[in-house]
């Protein structure tokens, strides 16, 4: 891939109904947040550009509520990064962001980037979810751990930051062999992967 090449890259949010998806996406890409933030049915889309790092992210905010989960952007094979989002006020929320770490381990996209947000650390008072805990079940899993607030901005760049700045790395790393292919150590794999899903 040429340097130049824009790396654009599928961003899915995922967690549970409550959980802040959206209010970080609206904080990250439009700086907004709204106290009465409407629960997301099916998925919202927006991008977002980042010139100095030549990437574009293609973000889709699903909706926490499970009759309503639109999945679809999580089996694309490309480039592409997932933020699990859970409340730190709430034990459960974490517990459904494990099990969505479960999933996406079973889907096993070896260019997938996987961040845990601890959302509403705003909440301090009502935590429930001690950063030691999170960080120790992230490292345990190799996640990206970091805790945010959409409401007063803390580490919300970052977070998105940090998945930027780890994208082209990801893209660079030969890809973990797929059960049947081996790959001889030097070889490059020059063929374009043949997708069976979307
Ligand atoms: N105090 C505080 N409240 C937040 C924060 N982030 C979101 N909220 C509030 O939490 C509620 C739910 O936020 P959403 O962003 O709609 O949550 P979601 O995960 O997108 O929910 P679904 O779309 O139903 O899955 C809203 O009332 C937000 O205002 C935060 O960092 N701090
Ligand atoms: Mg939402």
Same mark, same amino acid.
């Given at each position: 891939m040429e340097l130049s090449q824009q790396t654009v890259a599928?961003l899915?949010?995922?967690?549970?109904?409550?959980?802040?998806?959206?209010?970080?996406? /609206?904080?990250y890409v439009k700086g +907004?947040?709204?106290?009465?933030? &409407?629960?997301?049915?099916?998925?919202?889309?927006l991008t977002k550009t980042l010139p100095e790092l030549n990437v574009k992210f293609e973000i889709?905010?699903?909706?926490?509520?499970?009759?309503?989960?639109?999945?679809?952007?999580?089996?694309?094979?490309?480039a &592409?990064a997932?933020?699990?989002?859970?409340?730190?006020?709430?034990?459960?929320?974490?517990?459904?962001?494990?099990?969505?770490?479960?999933? %996406?381990?079973?889907?096993?996209?070896?260019?997938?980037?996987?961040? /845990?947000?601890?959302?509403?650390?705003?909440?301090?008072?009502?935590? &429930?979810?001690?950063?030691?805990?999170?960080?120790?079940?992230?490292?345990?899993? $190799? %996640?990206?751990?970091?805790?945010?607030?959409?409401?007063?901005?803390?580490?919300?760049n970052d %977070?998105f930051q940090e998945i930027a700045t780890r994208l082209p790395?990801?893209?660079?790393?030969?890809?973990?062999?797929?059960?049947?292919?081996? /790959?001889?150590? $030097?070889? +490059?794999?020059?063929?374009?992967?043949?997708?069976?899903?979307?």
């Amino acid at each position: 891939m040429e340097l130049s090449q824009q790396t654009v890259a599928k961003l899915v949010l995922l967690g549970e109904m409550g959980s802040g998806k959206s209010s970080l996406v /609206l904080r990250y890409v439009k700086g +907004q947040f709204f106290d009465y933030q &409407a629960s997301t049915v099916g998925a919202a889309f927006l991008t977002k550009t980042l010139p100095e790092l030549n990437v574009k992210f293609e973000i889709w905010d699903t909706a926490g509520q499970e009759r309503y989960h639109s999945l679809a952007p999580m089996y694309y094979r490309g480039a &592409a990064a997932a933020v699990i989002v859970f409340d730190i006020t709430s034990a459960d929320s974490l517990n459904r962001a494990k099990s969505w770490v479960r999933e %996406l381990q079973r889907q096993g996209n070896p260019n997938m980037i996987m961040a /845990l947000a601890g959302n509403k650390a705003d909440l301090e008072a009502q935590r &429930a979810v001690s950063t030691e805990d999170a960080q120790a079940y992230a490292t345990e899993n $190799g %996640l990206f751990f970091i805790e945010t607030s959409a409401k007063t901005a803390a580490n919300v760049n970052d %977070l998105f930051q940090e998945i930027a700045t780890r994208l082209p790395k990801a893209e660079a790393v030969p890809q973990a062999p797929q059960p049947g292919i081996v /790959l001889s150590q $030097g070889t +490059q794999e020059l063929a374009p992967r043949k997708s069976v899903c979307c």
